[in-house]
């Protein structure tokens, strides 16, 4: 089993449109996960960090973790042109060594 | 503040060659990652210092990388000799450290583009 799982893309929207990707991890411990948004030919940068089971919401970004289920989410409403790129998930192990990135979904959104 | 240096942003050598890659990261940041991403793929880590010490270099091709952080700041990552396979983008990141503020994230450099002919 792979250690971070992500939905397989490439995935396409219609702009206005909600959204969804999907991470599964297999370390139980995780206690911190991230969502970083990569353009093509970037770097990865920081777009949601989330601690707690539940939802967190920030602007049109929604990232949820079950960690029951070690699941996380990210949505993303009224998805623009410029959220085009690919978001990648990382769960953290509880000893904080091993941040590892999933293979990411690359998201296109479509005018 | 000053972000995550990496140099050259480009290089291109033929195989059984030797390259280095420079890092400098955030100033006062203690964990340094080196990162390896292939075109179409997640980052995959390959080794993380906690100031000049390795925490995990358990997928580190140790037979042709090495990699240094002399003095808990800039870090070297040195591939000899280089493959086909190695051609990658390799990203340096930095982190603070936990209870210097910020919510653990990650700040990368702009990572250094390997092509291996």
């Known amino acids: 089993q792979k250690e971070v799982e992500q939905n397989s893309g490439p995935l396409s929207v219609p702009e206005g449109a909600i959204a969804s990707l999907n991470c599964t991890y297999s370390?139980?411990?995780?206690?911190?996960f991230f969502w970083y948004r990569q353009y093509s030919g970037k770097s990865p940068e920081l777009i949601m960090s989330?601690?707690?089971?539940g939802d967190k919401e920030d602007g049109r970004f929604t990232a949820q973790l079950n960690k029951a289920s070690q699941y996380v989410s990210l949505l993303i409403r009224d998805s623009q042109p410029s959220d085009s790129a690919t978001y990648l998930c990382?769960?953290?192990?509880?000893?904080?060594?091993?941040?590892?990135f999933g293979e990411g979904t690359q998201l296109t959104v479509n005018p | 503040e000053a972000g995550v240096a990496q140099s050259p942003r480009y290089k291109i050598i033929e195989k059984r060659q030797s390259v280095a890659f420079w890092c400098n990261p955030i100033?006062?940041?203690?964990?340094l990652y080196w990162y390896q991403q292939i075109l179409g793929q997640g980052p995959k880590l390959l080794i993380q210092?906690?100031?000049?010490?390795?925490?995990?270099d358990s997928q580190l091709p140790k037979d042709r990388f090495s990699a240094e952080r002399l003095k808990g700041v800039d870090s070297t990552l040195k591939i000899q000799p280089a493959k086909l396979e190695d051609s990658a983008v390799y990203l340096c990141?930095?982190?603070?450290?936990?209870?210097?503020?910020?919510?653990?994230?990650?700040?990368f450099g702009e990572g250094s583009r390997l092509t291996v002919l």
């Open positions: 990141a930095s982190r603070p450290t936990p209870g210097q503020g910020g919510i653990g994230e990650l700040f």
């Open positions: 370390d139980r411990g995780s206690q911190s």
């Open positions: 989330i601690y707690s089971n």
């Open positions: 990382a769960p953290e192990p509880p000893s904080g060594s091993r941040l590892t």
């Open positions: 100033s006062g940041h203690a964990t």
């Open positions: 210092f906690q100031n000049n010490g390795v925490v995990d």
